[in-house]
């Protein structure tokens, strides 16, 4: 039986996704996908998208992808697959047909700024361990530090390292104190009303706040999420200002290190914004460093499974990709790892813990920073 | 076919305990820099009502006994489904303890009228004393299921849930107009419709009661009509924890631990 | 005027099971007896109870007021608001003490507003002023983090429900004198509620026990050493939550938020990074002890010994010295 087209719907996805049409599914985006199986299939989404017969089935199943973006990527044509995606959820949420966690998770943005349940004690904690390492007063940068880091003292390392090597670099470093998320995980929960009020909040109170011209932050979803609505600052992920850094001098590279790493790229940082150079530079910047490239890299990266919501909705995908991503990485033969994002730094460690491996996990700062000592 | 009537949800707000501070010279609580929030039991009441109507018919009243600036999280009830809603707010009632907060409640009940079930939440992350709901069952003359997971049936004239009990569950029946508190956690609260909830801002009328309106004079309510009175306060700090790093081989170490726990 | 006169404490049971707080309650009845020179009165609804009755009747109760009927055999709130009624209009005990457990805090509640009388919730201690012999108690509130003194203005029975655990049940040398009541039989059959289904497990109740071992997500689900160390010690086997979702044992297990508290006097938690809502369910726990390998996890602010290390090591080693193990 032929599919019958619904045409309305289908005019209302070309407005919202007008690439749609350009698909002539060639299949490269559902060969690449990490998630592709026989209930999850990216090319049969777009070709059914076109039709406009998006159905439940549809609904339920477009909560697990990560919105990696290698689909987006690697597609020829440019479409904005991505994007599709967040407007089937957007449709899903209106039919009621999502994962009942997004609940949970949207009711604690609400009520602590954050979908970890963080409370104020550990933003308490927080603050207490950074208010003699910053300076308020007319910094160059400042920090925006993302909320996973709150409650986690390991991710409160990595801000450390970067505090140090700015410094070093001659930089004035203060710190966003709001400790408020970036909305990043709403925008993937197709909450649109929601997304619009807490993020018009958020950009008041960092705009009130925040007096220098450069934030720089420690996640690219941070990154990415801040620039959509935070206008007249400069955003970047501390990938991008410290390879400036290295480049115009300002940061000498000084001390070896004898070492075989290999490096992840952070989906959010490689693909969406297309920073792929930048850390490897970085990197390669570190006499004695070997850098083996993973199986796939660049643009090709394979997902830690947080994306997309999926490190606070914990989807039956999540776990799998972390793990089948570390797999990857003990391949390559590095003793460590590094990582660009908290996220998949979190990833990333937690399938460490469960797979009992050598390999060890770390930010690039935080490496960085220990080579550099003091 | 079941059809139900007015479901009556108790929504209290509440200060985020871990955000109280306590005066030690005045010995008093000082609530005024703790966020607020709405009970969390109470979400879940919200969520089972809301529930049952999808299910069941009827309409959904949220009834609360507070100050006036309850109203913003009164909304954000209404926001989540609920139908209406009613404040009772009086200055008269300032100190009221759980004996009287139940009298009130079953008396605003009462004026609301035509309601097959009332649905609270199990207690209070403040007061915590649990008192209330079989408290204004009683008032009412109605029967009452405490911790209440989830309501497996509805007929004519009774409903049938389940309850929590140590160990394991009981099924149990009672009859409608019946009290039902729920357990802390046992759904998860849908997430308010944000264009809903910026409707109910500009367009929803909370009703607002007075004590008068429920036929209560003043001392039948407050510190006067209270039967328990506080008369000192204290802070139990936090239990600080020692944090001590035990070092060592693991047989150091377990050696070290067996001692200290008297383990062996 | 002293109309109402003695201590009378309800002694709760559920399909023939004693619940052992009501004994601590009594104990502390007792106490409050022998200084105030009141008359402390058990009273126990139920069916076939001669076994509790015998029970109960050792715990410092003057008098065992039993009311033995097939409809009580199970809490009932109405049936048990009706008798309970009953049996104060009759005796008029000034005083009327429950554990603080879910089926007598709710029947605290009901009682309280049909005598218009005070009751204190879950309280943490209960005494009797010296001048006004009035009912003084501690009531915790806000996550127990503040405590309040509270006394009873008005109304009788003085009601208190006591938190399980405050007070210690202590046999006492003398035997209580029992007293089998009847009761009107329309006031049993006065119910709109009526028990459907009932289902319990023998299970351990991790809320009580005074030794628990956690499993968290470092064990990958392994737990075997895990329950050979719980077995050693003596001690209850709880998880966190990823345990739980991961169906490694029944969500009964589970500790947190939207789990178990426990109120062990030592808790040990093996692989668990010590998320908020894990952590809640852990705090009020004795003595903690920690073992992770991440020096920097948030558990190592919740625990008074902490120990970095693989938690498989620190197991075999302590299974080995405690003298199992293989």
């Known amino acids: 039986m032929p599919v019958t087209v619904n045409f309305g719907l289908r005019e209302e996805l070309l407005k919202v996704v007008p690439t749609l049409s350009l698909c002539y599914q060639c299949g490269t985006c559902s060969t690449y996908c990490p998630i592709t199986d026989e209930s999850y299939n990216i090319r049969l989404l777009v070709k059914k998208a076109q039709l406009g017969v998006v159905d439940n089935r549809d609904f339920k199943v477009i909560w697990d992808c990560v919105t990696c973006g290698t689909c987006q990527a690697l597609c020829p044509n440019n479409v904005e697959i991505v994007n599709l995606v967040e407007v089937i959820r957007t449709m899903a949420m209106k039919s009621k047909v999502f994962p009942t966690k997004i609940n949970e998770v949207l009711w604690k943005i609400y009520e602590n700024q954050n979908p970890w349940g963080y409370t104020v004690t550990d933003k308490r904690r927080f603050t207490a361990q950074f208010s003699g390492l910053i300076n308020n007063e007319n910094p160059d940068v400042v920090i925006y530090p993302c909320c996973l880091s709150v409650g986690d003292p390991r991710l409160q390392r990595h801000i450390k390292a970067l505090i140090k090597v700015l410094t070093k670099a001659g930089l004035k470093v203060g710190m966003y104190m709001g400790l408020s998320c970036c909305g990043d995980i709403i925008e993937h929960t197709g909450n649109k009303a929601f997304y619009e009020e807490y993020t018009t909040k958020l950009r008041d109170a960092i705009m009130n706040n925040v007096k220098a011209p450069v934030i720089v932050t420690?996640?690219?979803?941070?990154?990415?999420?801040?620039?959509?609505?935070?206008?007249?600052?400069?955003?970047?992920?501390?990938?991008?200002?410290?390879?400036?850094?290295?480049?115009?001098?300002?940061?000498?590279?000084?001390?070896?290190?004898?070492?075989?790493?290999?490096?992840?790229?952070?989906?959010?940082?490689?693909?969406?914004?297309?920073?792929?150079?930048?850390?490897?530079?970085?990197?390669?910047?570190?006499?004695?460093?070997?850098?083996?490239?993973?199986?796939?890299s660049r643009e090709k990266s394979l997902c830690c499974g947080a994306g997309g919501g999926g490190i606070a909705l914990e989807t039956r995908v999540s776990t799998e990709l972390s793990k089948r991503r570390l797999k990857e990485a003990i391949n390559t033969g590095a003793s460590v790892v590094l990582t660009a994002c908290t996220y998949c730094f979190r990833m990333l460690e937690d399938a460490n813990k469960v797979m009992r491996t050598n390999l060890k996990v770390m930010d690039l700062v935080e490496f960085l920073d220990s080579v550099l000592g003091d | 076919m079941v059809a139900l009537k007015n479901i009556i949800v108790a929504m209290k707000v509440t200060p985020k305990p871990e955000e109280i501070r306590f005066d030690p010279v005045t010995k008093t609580v000082d609530r005024s820099k703790a966020t607020n929030e709405i009970n969390p039991a109470d979400k879940n009441a919200l969520e089972l009502a809301l529930q049952l109507k999808e299910k069941y018919g009827g309409k959904v009243i949220i009834l609360s006994m507070g100050p006036p600036f309850w109203d913003q999280f009164i909304k954000m009830g209404i926001a989540m489904g609920a139908d209406d809603a009613v404040l009772v707010s009086d200055r008269a009632l300032g100190g009221s303890d759980a004996f009287v907060t139940s009298k009130v409640l079953a008396a605003a009940i009462k004026k609301i009228g035509d309601y097959s079930l009332v649905i609270t939440g199990e207690e209070s992350e403040d007061g915590s004393t649990g008192q209330v709901p079989p408290g204004i069952a009683e008032w009412l003359g109605i029967p009452a299921v405490t911790y209440v997971s989830q309501v497996v049936d509805a007929t004519e004239d009774s409903i049938i849930v389940r309850r929590t009990i140590k160990g394991g569950y009981e099924i149990v029946k009672v009859k409608i107009p019946a009290l039902l508190s729920v357990e802390?956690?046992?759904?998860?609260?849908?997430?308010?419709?944000?264009?809903?909830?910026?409707?109910?801002?500009?367009?929803?009328?909370?009703?607002?009661?007075?004590?008068?309106?429920?036929g209560l004079t003043e001392d039948e309510v407050g510190f006067k009509g209270s039967l328990t009175a506080v008369t000192e306060l204290r802070e139990l700090r936090p239990r600080e924890r020692l944090r001590q790093f035990i070092e060592g081989s693991p047989e150091e170490i377990a050696r070290e631990l067996i001692k200290r726990l008297g383990l062996k | 005027?002293?109309?109402?006169?003695?201590?009378?404490?309800?002694?709760?049971?559920?399909?023939?099971?004693?619940?052992?707080?009501?004994?601590?309650?009594?104990?502390?009845?007792?106490?409050?007896?022998?200084?105030?020179?009141?008359?402390?009165?058990?009273?126990?609804?139920?069916?076939?109870?001669?076994?509790?009755?015998?029970?109960?009747?050792?715990?410092?109760?003057?008098?065992?007021?039993?009311?033995?009927?097939?409809?009580?055999?199970?809490?009932?709130?109405?049936?048990?608001?009706?008798?309970?009624?009953?049996?104060?209009?009759?005796?008029?005990?000034?005083?009327?003490?429950?554990p603080a457990t879910r089926n007598s805090r709710d029947l605290a509640g009901r009682l309280a507003v049909r005598f218009r009388a005070c009751l204190s919730a879950h309280v943490i201690m209960v005494d009797i002023d010296e001048k006004d012999r009035k009912l003084v108690t501690a009531v915790p509130g806000f996550g127990g983090n503040i405590v309040a003194t509270v006394v009873c203005t008005g109304g009788k029975p003085e009601m208190a429900t006591v938190s399980p655990g405050t007070y210690e049940a202590r046999v006492s040398d003398k035997e209580a004198t029992v007293i089998k009541e009847t009761v009107p039989a329309d006031f049993v059959g006065r119910r709109r509620i009526e028990l459907v289904e009932k289902s319990v497990s023998p299970m351990p109740d991790l809320s009580r026990a005074e030794k628990v071992v956690v499993a968290g997500l470092g064990t990958g689900g392994d737990l075997e050493l895990i329950k050979e160390f719980a077995n050693l010690i003596g001690a209850a086997v709880g998880v966190t939550r990823p345990l739980a979702d991961m169906g490694i044992v029944p969500r009964d297990y589970q500790i947190g938020t939207t789990g178990v508290s426990l109120r062990a006097k030592v808790a040990f938690v093996f692989g668990a990074s010590g998320a908020p809502h894990f952590v809640y369910g852990i705090r009020d726990c004795g003595t903690i002890v920690a073992v992770n390998t991440d020096r920097e996890a948030p558990i190592f602010e919740n625990c008074d010994y902490c120990v970095v290390a693989d938690l498989f090591d620190i197991l075999k080693a302590l299974t080995k010295e405690l003298g199992g193990g293989k």
């Open chain 2, 184 to 214: 802390l956690g046992v759904n998860t609260p849908r997430f308010p419709d944000f264009e809903r909830l910026q409707w109910a801002q500009s367009e929803f009328k909370l009703t607002i009661w007075g004590i008068k309106n429920l």
């Open chain 1, 218 to 296: 420690l996640s690219p979803h941070c990154e990415y999420s801040l620039r959509k609505y935070l206008k007249g600052v400069k955003i970047v992920h501390y990938v991008e200002l410290i390879d400036e850094l290295i480049r115009t001098g300002k940061l000498k590279v000084d001390k070896k290190a004898d070492i075989t790493v290999t490096y992840h790229d952070p989906c959010y940082l490689s693909k969406h914004q297309k920073v792929i150079e930048e850390p490897r530079r970085v990197i390669t910047s570190i006499p004695g460093v070997r850098l083996v490239e993973m199986e796939h």
């Open chain 3, 1 to 98: 005027m002293s109309e109402w006169r003695g201590i009378s404490v309800f002694i709760e049971q559920d399909n023939g099971e004693l619940e052992r707080a009501s004994l601590e309650v009594l104990t502390r009845a007792s106490e409050l007896g022998r200084k105030f020179n009141e008359e402390v009165l058990g009273v126990l609804l139920g069916h076939e109870t001669d076994n509790l009755v015998k029970e109960a009747s050792r715990y410092g109760a003057d008098k065992l007021i039993v009311v033995d009927h097939p409809d009580l055999r199970h809490y009932n709130s109405d049936a048990y608001t009706e008798v309970m009624s009953y049996i104060i209009n009759k005796y008029k005990p000034r005083y009327l003490l429950l």
